[in-house]
């Protein structure tokens, strides 16, 4: 009957609804899977374009931004760090993408998603509020404002090194703007933190932290303050000996940006023994690491008379005379300066840049440098040392100084702060020197006023009461020059030629009148005539 097929066919209809149902599952997952595979191969191309500038301008055209939004809160983790990778490198090329993730609210997602999720997330995300803040202050701002800080100081405390690293080189890139923006890094406890970080084994988290501490540091004496209070000073000067390059440049550059503000910062710095250990970085192989280790001396030297002789009874200046002679360009500039400031401070200490022959390459900077600030620098650090007496500005005449400064001031291609500050040196140099024929070559009826009133003043000064000086300026034919020479009536110059001719007679004075072979030539006319 039709009953009893029915109920023998039930087994087959049963097996028939089961197939069907697990054949559609298979289906569904299989468009699932399809799904899931298509977006991370999306996700995946996309990270690798953003990775080649030339594709950038194609990509925002095609507003891949708002595509790869969603993906950042994909319930596939792989997708999400591919997504937020991708997002990184696109904010990292330039300023207008970087707004791009500011605008469409991105940020927020991003911080929300930091707090829950895998350390492999908060590396990527952190990329991307780094590329973010990089640009500029407002956009560093709008990282702040998104409560961003919080969350990358959170993961400083993560036991992954390299989340830390990344998280404290987004600090570093907001931190390095402006006070502000450094102070709502302080605010938020980072400064322990970073400290801590530097205490770890791994060298590219010491690095980030030292730069980040340094990108706070630098900004005002109270941020300073802040780091050195922190311990930072304990654990940055050994790193000193370290080996890694890259983990010296910034060890050396933080303690600059430390010591720079006050004299007991740099008492500070000075205090965690960094001499006479950082002499020997001016000859590292690294030309960064030897710069920063300049610059560092510069900052604590440039302070007082003690920290300066500090430096030289460590041996300094004879390393900063090296280091001046065997560079160039700006790596060249620290190690002049310091010379300057050193110098600056009394005459003892000038003396020792004297005795280690700092003036020659001194000399060589400011003849051969291309850059008019580092010739600046030169030419400010010379008259520091020929400033104080008769036997320094010697010194520095003997170099053939002079007329190095006196071109540099007469140069129209010259900057106006290396004319000036060539003018000043020639001035405190020219009125403090004795020795009367490094002074000679100044004396040209061409030069200005402005630079012969000295010259002149210092032979005033000398040779009414030498008559050895006396013989000496007529036989180099400095009286007959000095008779060119047309100076303003009543100006201080005017009145020095007129004392220098004084103590001469008269007949060997107008013998070197300008005028004077016209006379001769009048007379042998009217001999003739009379004859």
């Known amino acids: 009957?039709?009953?009893?097929?029915?109920?023998?066919?039930?087994?087959?209809?049963?097996?028939?609804?089961?197939?069907?149902?697990?054949?559609?599952?298979?289906?569904?997952?299989?468009?699932?899977?399809?799904?899931?595979?298509?977006?991370?191969?999306?996700?995946?191309?996309?990270?690798?374009?953003?990775?080649?500038?030339?594709?950038?301008?194609?990509?925002?055209?095609?507003?891949?931004?708002?595509?790869?939004?969603?993906?950042?809160?994909?319930?596939?983790?792989?997708?999400?760090?591919?997504?937020?990778?991708?997002?990184?490198?696109?904010?990292?090329?330039?300023?207008?993408?970087?707004?791009?993730?500011?605008?469409?609210?991105?940020?927020?997602?991003?911080?929300?998603?930091?707090?829950?999720?895998?350390?492999?997330?908060?590396?990527?995300?952190?990329?991307?509020?780094?590329?973010?803040?990089?640009?500029?202050?407002?956009?560093?701002?709008?990282?702040?404002?998104?409560?961003?800080?919080?969350?990358?100081?959170?993961?400083?405390?993560?036991?992954?090194?390299?989340?830390?690293?990344?998280?404290?080189?987004?600090?570093?890139?907001?931190?390095?703007?402006n006070q502000d923006l450094a102070q709502a890094i302080v605010d938020n406890e980072a400064t322990h933190y970073l400290v801590l970080c530097v205490q770890e084994p791994e060298l590219p988290l010491k690095r980030i932290a030292a730069s980040t501490l340094s990108d706070i540091a630098k900004h005002s004496p109270e941020l300073a303050q802040v780091v050195v209070d922190n311990g930072a000073i304990n654990h940055l000067a050994p790193l000193i000996t370290n080996s890694d390059p890259k983990l010296k440049r910034q060890v050396c550059q933080c303690l600059a940006q430390i010591a720079k503000h006050s004299v007991e910062l740099a008492e500070l710095v000075v205090e965690g023994e960094i001499f006479p250990k950082i002499f020997t970085l001016l000859k590292d192989l690294d030309e960064v690491v030897r710069k920063n280790a300049a610059t560092c001396i510069r900052e604590v030297a440039k302070h007082t008379p003690e920290l300066a002789q500090l430096i030289v009874n460590a041996g300094g200046v004879g390393a900063l005379v090296d280091y001046v002679s065997e560079t160039t360009g700006t790596a060249r500039l620290p190690g002049i300066m310091t010379l300057g400031y050193i110098s600056a401070f009394s005459d003892t200490l000038a003396l020792g840049v004297v005795v280690t022959k700092g003036i020659t390459p001194l000399g060589h900077a400011l003849e051969n440098e291309t850059e008019d600030h580092i010739r600046a620098a030169a030419a400010w650090s010379l008259g520091q040392i020929g400033r104080h007496t008769s036997e320094h500005a010697k010194s520095v005449a003997d170099c053939n100084i002079l007329p190095k400064l006196l071109d540099a001031h007469l140069d129209k291609e010259s900057s106006d702060d290396l004319k000036t500050k060539a003018k000043r040196s020639l001035k405190s140099i020219i009125q403090k020197c004795e020795f009367l024929p490094a002074l000679e070559p100044l004396m040209h009826h061409n030069y200005p006023q402005n630079i012969l009133k000295y010259v002149c003043g210092q032979f005033a000064k000398i040779l009414p009461g030498d008559i050895g000086a006396k013989r000496e300026f007529v036989a180099n034919r400095g009286l007959a020059t000095l008779q060119k020479i047309k100076a303003d009536p009543g100006s201080k110059l005017a009145q020095s030629i007129l004392e220098i001719n004084n103590s001469y007679p008269s007949e060997i004075v107008g013998y070197f009148d300008p005028a004077t072979p016209n006379t001769f030539l009048e007379k042998i006319d009217n001999h003739q005539a009379t004859q």
């Not at 301008?57 to 993906?71: D, F, I, T």
């Not at 929300?112 to 701002?141: D, G, I, T």
Request: charged fraction near 20%; aromatic fraction near 8%.
């Open 1 to 177: 009957s039709k009953a009893t097929v029915s109920v023998l066919n039930w087994p087959v209809r049963l097996w028939l609804k089961y197939t069907h149902s697990k054949m559609a599952k298979r289906q569904m997952m299989t468009v699932l899977s399809g799904y899931e595979e298509a977006r991370r191969e999306f996700v995946h191309a996309i990270a690798q374009f953003a990775n080649n500038p030339q594709y950038i301008v194609e990509l925002q055209k095609a507003g891949v931004m708002s595509q790869l939004r969603p993906l950042l809160l994909d319930n596939v983790e792989v997708i999400q760090q591919s997504a937020a990778l991708a997002l990184g490198r696109l904010a990292s090329y330039n300023e207008e993408l970087a707004e791009q993730v500011v605008q469409q609210e991105i940020l927020q997602q991003l911080v929300y998603s930091l707090s829950e999720q895998n350390r492999y997330y908060k590396k990527s995300a952190a990329f991307v509020l780094r590329a973010v803040a990089k640009h500029s202050p407002q956009l560093a701002q709008a990282v702040v404002d998104c409560g961003a800080v919080d969350q990358l100081v959170g993961c400083l405390e993560e036991f992954d090194p390299s989340v830390k690293e990344g998280a404290a080189w987004a600090l570093g890139y907001i931190a390095r703007h």
